[in-house]
């Protein structure tokens, strides 16, 4: 009798290392440095990307970054941008202008930290709809982050358009996953608060959003009017980290059915099904009891 206990207890220890087993993936770090960049370094579109009518007499190129499973949307034209920018750019500081158009303003890809936190390049982020898709499920992880030079410039001095920070003011950008079954789950990061903001690269963990399909950004903020916040709604990002979660599901869907092992009920390893009870071990840690007649 104790012999079966003792084989049993082993069954369920040797059952959860496989499942483990099975399921382990390794994670996906989507690091910007794909893309090549133009002379002032950076790439926000261009006109290579799909044309459309936007309404206003002008054109909007609908353009992609990909890298792994991440699809990074972007909307281009001459005079504007919005989406998901990929910049090398070291410059701190904003030289405000006019008109935001990506020529004129480079300073609109710089960050604050003045470097990608790994790497060359890294991702600045300022969206009206676009997302991020992934063409298989990934589970999240998270990504770094930190503010843009625009934003931080506007949070030190304000401009035309926002006011200057005080101690009560705060930012946050609210990052919301779309499931694979259509739900929506949100984690929010804080860009500045209490008056501050962040100025280094800091992690955002993104564990909560579980297995997505897509990720949206937006902004809210204590400085806001009746089109929203009227602080720069910008984050710059790096490292976004992810596991392809339809792989693990796959690898253990393809061996379930496989037989590894048959032990009798004092324990015995059988090398071909015996009449009887016959304690079967399957490939994805399962264990079963078979009755061969």
Known sequence: MMKRIFYA?????????TVANAQETTDVVVGFENQALNGQGFWCG????????????????????????AQFNTSYSVSYWSGFAVSSRTETDFQQGA????????????????????GSNFCVITTYGETVDFTAPAQLKGFWFVNSAYTAEVIKNGNAYAHKFEATDWLTCTV????????????D?????????????QFADLSALGTVSSLSFSFSGSDSGDWGVNTPAY????????????????????????????????????SAPQKGLNIVRMADGTVRKVVVK
């Open 9 to 17: 207890a082993s069954l369920v220890a040797l059952m959860g290392a």
């Open 46 to 69: 261009d006109t290579n990307g799909t044309a459309k009518d936007n309404g206003y007499g002008g054109t909007t190129y609908a353009c992609v970054y990909e890298e792994g499973a």
């Open 99 to 118: 008109y935001l158009t990506p020529d004129d303003t480079p300073d609109q890809f710089n960050n604050i930290a003045g470097k990608a936190y790994d």
């Open 176 to 187: 919301t996953g779309t499931q694979t079954d259509g739900t929506t789950k949100t984690v």
């Open 189 to 201: 990061i804080k860009l500045a608060e209490n008056g501050d903001y962040v100025k280094e690269w």
């Open 235 to 270: 984050i710059c990002i790096d490292n976004l980290t992810y596991a392809p979660a339809a792989t693990a599901v796959s690898a253990a869907k393809v061996t379930a059915s496989a037989v590894v092992a048959r032990y009798d009920l004092n324990g015995r390893q059988l």
